[in-house]
Nanobody, 120 residues
Framework: QVQLVESGGGLVQAGGSLRLSCAAS????????MGWFRQASGKEREFVGAIRWSEGSTYYAASVKGRFTISRDNAKNTVYLQMNNLKPEDTAIYYC?????????????WGQGTQVTVSS
């Protein structure tokens, strides 16, 4: 079992920055990757980015590439989403998710989400 807790959301003006954190606990030894997703009001959930846990390789959705950066702290079992040059269209609830090696394709555990609101 893995528990994920997001934090760091809030209200920020366009052009500003926020750093989201996702702290993992439980069976984190089996983590293959951790990802960030977001869901805006009235829209479907979309992929933001992910990081391979062992070596730290990252990949991003085109909509955030160049503005968002994912990093990890292995000692703290925490993944971060640094968001720069935020735009109103980035407003959404942001979720982190864990992909375990033992459970096949797809994300296995999800956090509760943290609200990010970008005002113009």
């Amino acid at each position: 079992q893995v528990q994920l807790v997001e934090s760091g959301g809030g209200l920020v003006q366009a052009g500003g920055s926020l750093r989201l954190s996702c702290a993992a606990s439980g069976r984190t030894f089996s983590t293959y990757a951790m990802g960030w997703f977001r869901q805006a009001s009235g829209k479907e959930r979309e992929f933001v980015g992910a990081i391979r846990w062992s070596e730290g390789s990252t990949y991003y959705a085109a909509s955030v590439k160049g503005r968002f950066t994912i990093s990890r702290d292995n000692a703290k079992n925490t993944v971060y989403l640094q968001m720069n040059n935020l735009k109103p269209e980035d407003t959404a609830i942001y979720y982190c998710a864990s992909d375990l090696k033992t459970n096949g394709v797809g994300y296995d555990y999800w956090g509760q989400g943290t609200q990010v609101t970008v005002s113009s």
